[in-house]
């Protein structure tokens, strides 16, 4: 029987602080999942902008592959960088 391969999940903590994201390895669903992790010191306050170069430079460092399945928790969205939380959360997602 052969086992299908199965593609990474890559998990994102998007802070107003630090950003850090997650990849969990599940190449053999039989085996213990791998995972790695790094992560930023990024204060979104001082520049918003610069979230999509920060997202990029920690996708790049987990050897990032089209395809892969992804999941986001934030908590940039409450920075006093924003208005509201809402022009926080699109910032976010719009990075």
């Not at 190449?27 to 992790?37: K, T």
């Not at 987990?62 to 910032?91: N, P, Y």
Request: aromatic letters at 4%.
């Amino acid at each position: 029987m052969t086992r299908e391969r199965l593609p990474p999940i890559v998990g994102w903590d998007i802070g107003g602080v630090n950003t850090k994201v997650a990849r969990l390895e599940r190449a053999d669903p039989a085996a213990v999942p791998a995972i790695e992790s790094v992560s930023l010191p990024y204060q979104i306050e001082r520049d918003p902008a610069a979230l999509p170069d920060v997202l990029r430079a920690l996708a790049e460092q987990l050897g990032r592959r089209d395809g892969w399945s992804h999941a986001i928790t934030m908590t940039a969205e409450l920075s006093q960088a924003f208005r509201t939380k809402r022009d926080g959360v699109a910032c976010v997602l719009g990075a």
